[in-house]
């Protein structure tokens, strides 16, 4: 039998089913709607979920958000059109019929890319450079979820007190500066109104100001990896997202890395599982519960 497992992000919700012997089919994606009302998450959920449901005997959700006692609750409502909280749980329970497990798309995302690296590594962090900045710590092998549910936000941690205000309401925070949502709020003159997308895509055709947004962004996302080194001693930091993920970037984050003390570099490499970290992290971790 099948997991049907989801990956609810600001910008996306992906679904597909993954099997016992690990096989991922049916992969799917819709966009995630924009709404401060949570009927239109509820009929996404229901449009994603209609297909697959009826092919599992359980449901593992990666989820955007503070994961806590089955809620989602918005850390950065603005990444999720507003909303600020959701009865996730309850939700897809009552949707498929089925028993489901929840944990934060960046945690789950971390245990994913842990277990592939489990037999050389025991301390890593995972970052999603994404619509927003999330994050997950995994020391001595157990990923650090925290008792409510935020440990590894590290996106909501400080990178320049006079930097702009980040959605949590806090000023400066790496997501307010390195996001795919900062990227395009930086954005100007002749790019101004494009998506982060839109904005690689000029910073590949030599756009002189594209180059200084995702520059700043991979120095930010640099010196977070800095911290989490000095924080923790990560024997490497795996970075995903679309940002994370999109052609050159990962290289600008390395090239900042070298600029640090020698003790304080850690590898950073792109995550195994590419797009869908999250999906394999919520159905391996639904496995360990
Ligand atoms: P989610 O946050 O829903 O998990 P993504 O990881 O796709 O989704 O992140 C969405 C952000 O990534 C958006 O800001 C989008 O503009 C940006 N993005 C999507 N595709 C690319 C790409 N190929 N290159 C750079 N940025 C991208
Ligand atoms: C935000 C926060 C995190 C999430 C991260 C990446 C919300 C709604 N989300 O910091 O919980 O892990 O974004 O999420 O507060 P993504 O949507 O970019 O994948
Ligand atoms: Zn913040």
Redesign the pocket.
């Given at each position: 039998m099948n997991t049907l497992a989801i990956d609810i992000?600001?910008?996306k919700i992906s679904a597909a089913l993954i099997s016992r012997d690990n096989q991922l089919t049916q992969h799917t994606q819709i966009t995630t709607p924009a709404s401060a009302s949570p009927t239109q998450l509820y009929e996404a959920l229901v449009a994603i979920t209609t297909p697959l449901k009826n092919h599992a005997d359980s449901v593992a959700v990666a989820s955007?958000?503070?994961i806590c006692n089955g809620i989602l609750t918005?850390?950065?409502?603005d990444?999720?059109g507003g909303l600020k909280d959701f009865p996730l749980k309850e939700t897809l329970s009552a949707i498929t019929g089925l028993p489901c497990w929840l944990l934060?798309?960046?945690q789950a995302a971390t245990w994913a890319e842990y277990d592939y690296r489990r037999e050389t590594i025991s301390d890593m962090a995972f970052i999603?450079v994404?619509?927003?900045?999330?994050?997950g710590v995994i020391q001595q092998g157990q990923l650090f979820t925290g008792k409510r549910g935020i440990a590894g936000?590290l996106?909501?941690t400080l990178a320049d007190p006079h930097g702009p205000r980040c959605g949590?309401g806090r000023y400066g925070c790496v997501?307010a500066i390195a996001?795919?949502r900062a990227i395009a709020a930086q954005a100007t003159g002749e790019l101004a109104g494009k998506d982060a997308k839109a904005i690689f895509a000029a910073f590949h055709q030599g756009n002189s100001q594209a180059k200084s947004i995702i520059k700043h962004s991979a120095n930010t996302i640099a010196n977070l990896v800095t911290d989490i080194k000095a924080t923790t001693d990560a024997d490497c930091v795996v970075l995903g997202?679309s940002v994370g993920l999109a052609k050159g970037y990962i290289e600008l984050v390395q090239a900042a890395m070298t600029q640090q003390p020698l003790a304080l570099q850690v590898p950073i490499l792109s995550a195994h599982y590419h797009h869908d970290a999250g999906l394999w992290g919520a159905v391996l971790w639904a496995r360990e519960q």
């Open positions: 992000g600001g910008t955007t958000g503070i918005a850390l950065n409502p990444n999720l934060n798309d960046a999603t994404s619509t927003g900045v999330g994050g936000h996106g909501h949590c997501e996001s795919g997202g």
